[in-house]
């Protein structure tokens, strides 16, 4: 098999500019199916900003972001199928963990087929159902070892736990 084939994540000749000023010019890289990817750089280089718009936060100015080979470059953030976990967790202080993960599950739709009375097949839009959204939640926090954590607050966690919390979050969608 082509090694080429599995690109899950690429980006062409992207650039970026604030002000003025190129921020991202003329990157060129992909990431392979099953493979862990760092970027790593000092402060400014734009790191973070190649990461936004990866996630749909910031637009190219140039290139493309291809996903599973598809141009999601001018698609907003709620069209991606990405998730991003940012040095600032974004977690809710007010929810307690379970809460916390299970936030987009609560408001996600997924697609179900079934028959209608005239025996036609149709499609419609369904939440997960509190059972699911359970046992997803239990496999999200059992992955990043943080089962048994779903009644705490988001306040008595170190940080470390809270960014576990914000990767069960981003695995579970």
């Given amino acids: 098999m082509d090694k080429n ?4 994540i690429q980006l062409a000749g992207v650039s ?13 890289f992909y990431v392979r199916k099953g493979e862990f990817v760092t970027l790593l750089g000092p402060s400014g280089c734009g790191k973070t900003t190649t990461l936004r718009m990866i996630a749909g936060f910031e637009m ?3 290139g493309k972001i291809l996903l ?23 977690l809710f202080p007010h929810l307690n963990v379970f809460d916390n993960v299970a ?21 419609k839009l369904v939440p997960f159902t509190k059972a699911e959204i359970k046992e997803k939640v239990k496999n999200a926090l059992e992955t990043v070892d ?4 779903e009644k705490r607050s988001i306040s008595t966690l170190s940080g470390g736990q809270q960014q576990r919390i ?8």
């Fill in 5 to 8: 084939t599995n690109k899950i």
């Fill in 60 to 62: 190219p100015d140039e």
């Fill in 68 to 90: 599973n080979g598809t141009d999601i470059s001018m698609l907003p953030p709620n069209k991606r199928p990405v998730n991003t976990v940012f040095q600032k967790y974004a």
């Fill in 166 to 173: 914000a990767i069960a979050r981003a695995i579970i969608n």
């Fill in 103 to 123: 936030f987009g599950l609560k408001l996600k739709r997924v697609e179900t087929t079934y028959v209608d009375k005239n025996g036609e097949t149709k499609t």
């Fill in 16 to 28: 970026k500019s604030y002000d003025g000023t190129t921020i991202i010019d003329n990157i060129n």
């Fill in 146 to 149: 943080l089962a048994g954590f």
